[in-house]
């Protein structure tokens, strides 16, 4: 299995050891959301065998950026543990003040992830239609749409652009209408995530989450589908490694 996204840092787990340890024969993608998370995913890529990681300023840390944010970025791209750029992206939940702030940002994070032709991970929240209209600029980017939550036409927009959506523990929600979504989509677009220690799908819903939990979200997809978990577990595994160029010979 592959959890393309999850924030398994110190400042969320007491023992990292085993929550990457339970994942040990599988892969975990870090994601980095500012300076000092970025710095951390690397230190964690190095260490850890079966961890990748993204780095990236997300839209909510915008206000925390340094001079050096950028240049962390840029020159750990090339490490072969860094697999993108990521999460970035647009968020307008809590505040609009800033909306051209952060889409400097995101645009720049996004020609950085054109110059090194890397894939990003977006982050998008009440934000679609502005995070579409940039995304269509940059179609030649692999991107991933993490948390996808959004309707069948936006989701087909995406995928048109050459996007994955990132499916994690909201679609096993009792409320969720993701599942109607998701039956209407080829599975090839899907990335399976579980943005730990949040969003913890069901039946640990309000736990901390794990990256084990993705299996979860896989049952459910399968139960969706009407195929086996093993299925939906090869096919997504295939999607993630060529997603981030795990392994160039089988894409
Ligand atoms: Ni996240």
Do not use: W
């Not at 995304?135 to 652009?161: P, Q, R, V």
């Not at 090869?234 to 795990?246: G, H, P, V």
């Amino acid at each position: 299995m592959i959890d393309t996204h999850a924030h398994i840092l110190n400042e969320y787990y007491d023992d990292i050891d085993k929550v990457i340890n339970n994942m040990k024969d599988n892969i975990i993608i870090i994601s980095g959301t500012n300076d000092s998370d970025n710095i951390e995913v690397i230190k964690l890529c190095n260490k850890y065998k079966n961890v990748y990681g993204t780095i990236g300023i997300h839209p909510e840390e915008i206000d925390n950026m340094t001079s050096d944010s950028y240049k962390i970025i840029e020159e750990n791209l090339s490490s072969p543990k860094i697999v993108g750029i990521g999460e970035i992206g647009l968020d307008y939940h809590y505040t609009k003040d800033n909306k051209e702030k952060q889409k400097e940002v995101f645009i720049n994070q996004l020609n950085l992830a054109k110059k090194y032709n890397k894939p990003v991970v977006v982050h998008s929240r009440d934000a679609i239609a502005d995070t579409y209209e940039i995304l269509k600029k940059y179609k030649e980017l692999k991107k991933d749409i993490h948390c996808f939550s959004g309707s069948l036409e936006m989701a087909k927009e995406f995928i048109k652009i050459n996007c994955r959506l990132g499916i994690g523990g909201v679609l096993t929600f009792k409320n969720s209408k993701l599942s109607e979504v998701i039956k209407q989509l080829p599975i090839d677009s899907f990335l399976l995530e579980t943005d730990s220690p949040f969003l913890t799908p069901e039946p640990f819903r309000g736990d901390k989450n794990e990256p084990y939990n993705i299996i979860y979200v896989a049952k459910k997809i399968a139960e969706i589908k009407g195929i086996s978990l093993e299925e939906v577990l090869e096919i997504t595994k295939n999607n993630a490694i060529c997603q981030f160029d795990l392994d160039k010979k089988m894409c």
